[in-house]
Every structure is written in C-alpha cells, then in structure tokens.
C-alpha cells in the first residue's frame, strides 16, 4: 500500500513563516508530480504548489514570491517553505503525488488527509 503524509502545520502570526512536509510511504517504483494543495471552508481546492520529476515547479499566483517547494528524491518527500504568511493563507494543506506502485507499470494519484495552517494574531 502506497500512503502519504503531512506534518509541519500549526498556528502562526502574520508574517511569520512555517514549513510543511510530507512524506511517501509503501511499495514505490517511482514518483513523479508532487503537489500541495489548500482548501479553506466555503472556498475551492485550490493548488498552491507543485514540482515535476524534472524539479521544474509552478505556484499559485497569490503565493509566488513567498512560498518555495522542493522535493527529496531519496526519501520521498515533498516541502513546502511558507514565509510571509497572511491570514488568507489560513486553510487545511493537502499533499498529493502521483506514484507508480511497484506492483504496477500506471500511475495513480494519493492524496494525504492534510494539516491545518492557521495564520492569526
């Protein structure tokens, strides 16, 4: 079985700054796009970040300049580095990643249960 993991949320002010990873578990083959996305309640999913198997990255318009993603190869693990965080950053983040499960030549697209990121004075 394939799972993924974030860790790294909590309750931050504005300004302030936090780093969220996670991590991919199970019998993997490979992995290619690896992606953060954030849902606030009465708004759409919405993506924030993603990085290809290349590293090449995009961002939502509204956190370039400020957030940063990266990706470990060697411990399947994707980051995200918030910095200059605002109160509209405020919403569960969620990790997906498309992995090819060892038993397996398709990939498949996993989604992790997600971590809160409250930005508040």
């Known amino acids: 079985q394939v799972q993924l993991e974030e860790s790294g949320g909590g309750l931050v002010q504005p300004g302030g700054s936090l780093r969220l990873s996670c991590g991919a578990s199970g019998s993997i083959l490979r992995i290619n796009r690896m992606g953060w996305y954030r849902q606030a309640p009465g708004k759409q999913r919405e993506l924030v970040a993603a990085?290809?198997?290349?590293?090449?990255?995009n961002y939502a318009d509204s956190v370039k300049g400020r957030f940063t993603i990266s990706r470990d190869n060697a411990k399947n693990t994707v980051y995200l580095e918030m910095n200059s965080l605002k109160p509209e950053d405020t919403a569960v983040y969620l990790c997906n990643a498309d992995i090819v499960p060892l038993s397996l030549r398709v990939a498949y697209t996993y989604w992790g249960q997600g971590t809160q990121v409250t930005v508040s004075s």
């Open positions: 990085v290809s198997s290349s590293a090449s990255t």
